[in-house]
């Protein structure tokens, strides 16, 4: 601070001067939903796509409120072509009559343009609910050019209109309709806050209100959109949803046909003393993951999705990982029970819980997190004495599901303890990829390592695997193609850097076999065109960067079936086509019916069958790749134009060999 700057703290004519100009007329006070328009953030998150369809969000779950407290059973959902949206429920309807703090308004008027007005601050009205902050349709009403609302209450339709958040008028009575009940909310979102480019998105919508479908089973959703708004989409322009089991109806419909490591999903239901509330979940262990994630926890309150998760899911996590291992104890495996942690049981689970409680603390407005400490109590007591039974009663899925969970728990200590200890090399660390689930022998003698498609396939391939010998590294989809790429580029691909780091043996002049920490490198891909690419990349990577693993005899592709042929009680397994046809000429000829089932990928097999078909050494087929040193220039070439980085050559070569067809035997 200068000395000016000083001396003028302590000036009294420089403070007198500030003050006079600082007064009552600089105190802004922002009335009714003015500070929902100039502050949208602080109420739906910003003003991109996400903000708007959060006012969608806000309107459904008023409805869902009155589906939950037993007051409606049906919603209908309509998108219209120039961006309106309609939300109708056959539910009590808002009321209407004279507000008793506000006389000149309607209870309606005060809701729409107030906020934290409504009926959900007691139980007296909504046992329980999600919009408890009295701030969603309001903040709606604020954020639209245009909103309309209808509500048929003892026999009679009102309606008011409203323009970004102010009333166009006092509510009007409509006349009679002996055969309607409920609210209609029709609104358009305002221009001026979410621009001219953003408009509701069909297949975002159809998703929120499936998935409020699926958290009461007495709830049925009707969509109805223009045609013209998802034409050349899969989103049907009308859809019914309406599902009995609830969250176990939505883990069907996520898990599709993924294989599971129990044969039936842990789910159930439990209604809390005085109806106070209930707990509702869905589980299922899949070795093949989700998309890019291992697992997922989808956790609600009051239908409210809660994508931070909160005191429910702790309360879900503190019940299965104290309960397994207990189960653990039970069965003989309480040495191993102690490793077991919360991210073992649910790392490759699809979780699912719902949970209705009536008075809901969330973090924020926008209700991402639950913070109610009670609902930790209530979901661990509802779950745990269900899931030692569901134990109990399947001794044979829950051996799988103990096997599973302890072998997760396993490789984690593993991978902690390689990352700690030092590296026979005096000079330098042995630092592995957190994804390579390695082999326990200490020696490479005898051992090989998987280079897998995929974490779906990896996961797989980890159950199938013989831990004492056999390693597997998934790679996420195509690495680089080497043979097009600059130096400085493939040694930043994450993907070859962990293939590095697994292999150890170094890169380019860097390579040295000695230090190679398996006996074998297996390229393990899917049977088909993909497969064959990644694999062709794989081979191009080690030729150019590690020609020593070829010379040496080290790499070898596993060659997976891509059919299974089954008839009268015996089975079969065909590499391609030809040897599909070659079975059903010989062996499988006779009198029967042939079933003929198509692996979609190594991810899509049984562990048992991927075991037995590509990695168990008894019953698999490899083929070892080596180079032609006779025909070294033609095999230089030969990379060059499938790989290299001149384009023309892969065209040229195409169109000369374009009728050629080679069929390998191996």
Request: glycine share 10%.
């Amino acid at each position: 601070m200068t000395s000016a700057a000083r001396n003028s703290l302590f000036d009294d004519s420089a403070s007198s001067k500030a003050e006079a100009e600082y007064s009552a007329k600089d105190i802004e006070v922002l009335e009714g939903l003015e500070p929902v328009r100039r502050h949208p953030g602080m109420y739906v998150g910003g003003t991109n796509s996400s903000a708007m369809h959060h006012l969608f969000a806000e309107i459904l779950d008023n409805a869902m409120d009155e589906v939950v407290s037993g007051h409606a059973d049906r919603i209908e959902i309509t998108l219209e072509a120039d961006n309106w949206l309609t939300v109708k429920d056959n539910g009590r309807g808002i009321p209407v009559d004279p507000h008793p703090k506000f006389k000149d308004k309607s209870a309606l008027e005060v809701i729409m343009t107030t906020l934290h007005a409504g009926g959900k601050f007691t139980s007296k009205s909504y046992q329980t609910s999600g919009g408890l902050h009295g701030v969603g349709v309001s903040v709606t009403n604020a954020l639209s050019s245009h909103l309309e609302v209808e509500v048929a209450r003892n026999r009679k339709l009102y309606g008011q209109k409203f323009s970004q958040g102010k009333a166009q008028g006092k509510l009007l009575e409509m006349g009679s309709v002996p055969n309607r009940r409920g609210t209609l909310i029709r609104f358009q979102p305002d221009r001026e806050i979410f621009g001219s480019k953003l408009n509701f998105s069909p297949k975002r919508l159809i998703q929120m209100a499936r998935s409020k479908a699926y958290l009461h089973r007495g709830a049925e959703i009707r969509w109805n959109c223009d045609p013209e708004l998802v034409e050349g989409t899969d989103t049907p322009h009308e859809a019914r949803f309406h599902f009995p089991g609830g969250l176990a109806d939505f883990l069907k419909e996520k898990l599709g046909k993924k294989t599971t490591i129990t044969d039936s999903i842990f789910s159930g239901q439990v209604e809390r003393e005085n109806r106070d509330g209930s707990v509702e979940w869905a589980l299922a262990w899949t070795p093949q993951g989700f998309g890019d994630t291992d697992g997922f926890i989808n956790a609600y309150c009051n239908t409210i999705p809660t994508p931070e998760g909160g005191t429910h899911v702790a309360g879900m996590r503190s019940a299965l990982t104290k309960g397994l291992r207990a189960y653990a104890d039970i069965v003989g495996q309480g040495k191993k029970s102690g490793i077991i942690t919360a991210e073992d049981v649910l790392g490759t689970a699809g979780a699912m819980v719902s949970v209705f409680v009536t008075k809901p603390a969330f973090q924020g407005q926008t209700k991402e997190k639950l913070a109610t400490p009670s609902a930790t109590k209530a979901v661990e007591s509802a779950m745990r004495d269900r899931f030692d039974h569901w134990l109990a009663a399947n001794p044979q899925q829950s051996a799988k599901l103990l096997e599973w969970v302890i072998g997760r728990a396993e490789d984690r200590i593993r991978r902690r303890k390689q990352k700690e200890v030092s590296r026979k090399s005096a000079t330098r660390k042995l630092r592995l990829p957190g994804k390579l689930a390695d082999c326990s022998n200490n020696s490479n003698e005898g051992t090989e390592i998987f280079l897998v498609e995929g974490d779906s396939a990896g996961g797989s391939a980890k159950q199938g695997r013989d831990r004492f010998t056999q390693a597997i590294l998934p790679l996420k989809g195509k690495i680089l193609n080497v043979a097009s790429a600059a130096p400085d580029k493939i040694m930043a691909n994450q993907e070859i850097k962990d293939l590095v780091q697994a292999l150890g043996v170094g890169i380019g002049p860097k390579f040295n076999i000695d230090d190679l920490r398996y006996e074998r490198v297996i390229i393990m891909t899917d049977a088909d065109v993909d497969g064959d690419h990644i694999a062709a990349l794989l081979m191009t990577f080690f030729y150019t960067c590690m020609p020593g693993l070829l010379e040496s005899g080290r790499l070898f592709l596993a060659l997976p079936p891509l059919y299974r042929l089954t008839q009268k009680g015996k089975s079969a397994y065909a590499r391609n086509e030809a040897h599909r046809d070659e079975l059903l000429a010989g062996p499988f000829s006779g009198p029967g019916k042939v079933e003929i089932s198509r692996f979609k990928g190594l991810g899509e097999m049984m562990p048992a069958q991927l075991k037995e078909t590509t990695m168990n050494p008894a019953t698999r087929t490899l083929a070892r790749v080596t180079i032609d040193r006779d025909n070294l220039p033609t095999t230089e070439a030969l990379v060059e134009t499938l790989m290299g980085k001149k384009p023309e050559l892969r065209f040229a070569f195409i169109q000369e060999h374009a009728t050629e067809t080679v069929d390998l035997d191996i």
